[in-house]
């Protein structure tokens, strides 16, 4: 009996473990939470209509975007930066 009892709590266990593998989803919500709490290297360039680089931004920055997609609000070295209606893209550099 004990032995029946055993393999069904190994066996129990074993599918809650296997259940706990990261889908994609997990990982980008984790990697959401490190961006909000500390950041994450990145470069944000912003682009004019004609699709030239104004400016360029580098460092270890969260990104805030408004719910109508016109507005960027991110810090970089101490210093605030609004951005509104441009083309901005952000990447992360993976600690560059």
């Not at 950041?39 to 699709?51: H, I, P, Q, T, W």
């Not at 680089?53 to 408004?66: A, L, R």
């Not at 609000?73 to 993976?94: Q, S, W």
């Amino acid at each position: 009996m004990k032995k029946a009892i055993t393999a069904a709590l190994a066996a129990i266990l074993l599918l809650i473990l296997a259940g706990c593998e990261q889908t994609e989803e997990m990982k980008r919500e984790q990697k959401d939470l490190q961006s909000s709490v500390d950041g994450l290297n990145r470069v944000a360039e912003v682009y004019d209509a004609s699709g030239n680089v104004i400016k360029t931004y580098k460092g270890k920055f969260d990104v805030e975007v408004n719910e109508y997609g016109n507005k960027v609000k991110f810090d970089v070295d101490g210093h605030r930066v609004l951005i509104y209606n441009a083309t901005v893209v952000i990447e992360e550099t993976g600690g560059e």
